[in-house]
């Protein structure tokens, strides 16, 4: 299947599918059930239904009919067997860690992840689960970090901040030689831009919250895997721990997956012509932004990637907190604050003046500014940069 008619198939499975319009007196917006609880006739129906709570609907904390559809379109999106959503994406990231890990295990960090996942990875030293990082992309590096108790390997591609790819299929392979699980953020490619799970990955984790919601309203995650992954997940780490999706945040999560495709189109459009821009600057030093040729991993994202999202990274010249925060503080088109993926575009720095050390171990320039690049006009964009960075 050719990249164009996947990427059509894609904007099909965000319009339609699973709306069921004829179950839904012809309804094109699917209602929100808000009910906790669902009835049944006789109480051996009921019995039954909480006996396999993951096929029927009982209660809120299990399934529910208007997050079903959200869950039916992103795992198809993904090419994947089942989707669960969560009430956030760290509840997400949570269930995936724990359903694959136990007491002595030892998680394997590929370069630069999310901030919390690192919180929540420094958390579970309590309960004997122990990680570590490697600071490459390459596979070689990756299995020489690899220990006897190696149960998961974590990944995001493109790494947080530095935004540099993993060979999926490498790592995949690798994983499944050594016995271990792999699981992936994929929040920054969504799924019309990257398919993990085609190329063997076993669990891929989203934030909700960012390009798949695209209106900075929805608080929420997901996690796409296998029938007999999931069929261990739900009942625990999903119905058991309770971070469910609530149904009125699954609307606008639905009303936010049909305008994807146009979302993502138009920020990969507004991105690259940012990054070329920057790339040009003289008082940036290097662009972090896979769709520039001149990106270390560009070959590999053209056989990886359908397409670019819009964050990046930018290192200034004059790599300090000072002038890291001169620039930020100038500009005005892109808004300070955390997140990223939705129509606003937004400016952060992992540099906040007191963690120098920090981000030296993580291979992180001082100078690092992450744009999230929106949908407004991109000349206002390029123009706001231009006289951020210009004394």
């Known amino acids: ?39 049944y006739p006789t109480f051996g129906e009921l019995v039954d239904a909480v006996q396999s709570e993951k ?9 529910n009919p208007t997050v079903e559809i959200v869950e039916k379109k992103l795992a198809a999106l993904e090419r994947g067997e089942e989707c669960k959503t969560f009430s956030s994406g760290m509840a997400a990231i949570s269930a995936a860690i724990m359903n694959s890990i136990q007491s002595g295990d030892h998680i394997l960090c590929v370069s630069n992840l999310y901030l919390s996942t690192m919180e ?21 590096e990756i299995s020489q970090a690899i220990q006897s108790n190696t149960k998961v390997i974590f990944l995001e591609s493109p790494t947080d901040m530095t935004y540099r ?25 969504t ?24 209106h900075s309203d929805v608080l929420g995650g997901a996690l796409i895997t296998s029938k007999k992954i999931m069929n261990t997940l739900f009942n625990k780490e999903y119905l058991l721990m309770g971070a469910a999706l609530p149904p009125s945040e699954a609307s606008l999560l ?8 146009l979302r993502m189109v138009n920020h990969q459009e507004n991105a690259v012509k940012v990054a070329e821009y920057l790339e040009t600057h003289p008082k ?9 040729e001149s990106h270390p991993d560009y070959e590999l994202g053209q056989k990886q990637l359908a397409g670019y999202s819009g964050l990046m990274s930018l290192e200034l010249a004059k790599a300090n907190y000072s002038q890291v925060e001169k620039v930020i ?34 291979h992180i320039s001082q100078g690092t500014i992450r744009l999230a690049v929106g949908l407004e006009d991109v000349n206002v964009l390029i123009r706001d940069l231009e006289q951020s960075l210009n004394d």
């Open 1 to 39: 299947m050719t990249r164009v008619t996947e990427f059509e198939q894609d904007k099909q499975i965000c319009m339609h599918y699973e709306d069921d319009r004829d179950r839904f007196h012809g309804a094109v917006v699917p209602p929100i059930f808000q009910n906790t609880l669902f009835t």
């Open 55 to 63: 096929h029927h609907y009982v209660y809120g904390r299990g399934t």
């Open 120 to 140: 929540l990875l420094k958390y579970l030293g309590k309960f004997n689960i122990s990680h570590s990082v490697v600071y490459s992309t390459n596979t070689e």
């Open 165 to 189: 790819l993993v060979d999926l299929a490498a790592v995949s392979k690798l994983a499944k030689a050594n016995g271990i699980r792999t699981i992936i953020d994929n929040t920054w490619a």
């Open 191 to 214: 799924p019309l831009f990257q398919k993990p799970l085609p190329f063997g990955i076993d669990i891929v984790v989203h934030s909700a919250s960012k390009y798949l919601g695209g």
């Open 254 to 261: 639905l009303r936010g997956l049909r305008t994807l495709p």
């Open 284 to 292: 940036v030093a290097k662009v972090h932004f896979p769709a520039l």
């Open 329 to 362: 503080n100038k500009m005005k088109a892109f808004k300070i604050g955390v997140s990223w993926g939705s129509f606003e575009s937004l400016v952060l720095s992992p540099n906040i003046s007191s963690n120098e050390g920090q981000l030296l171990k993580e």
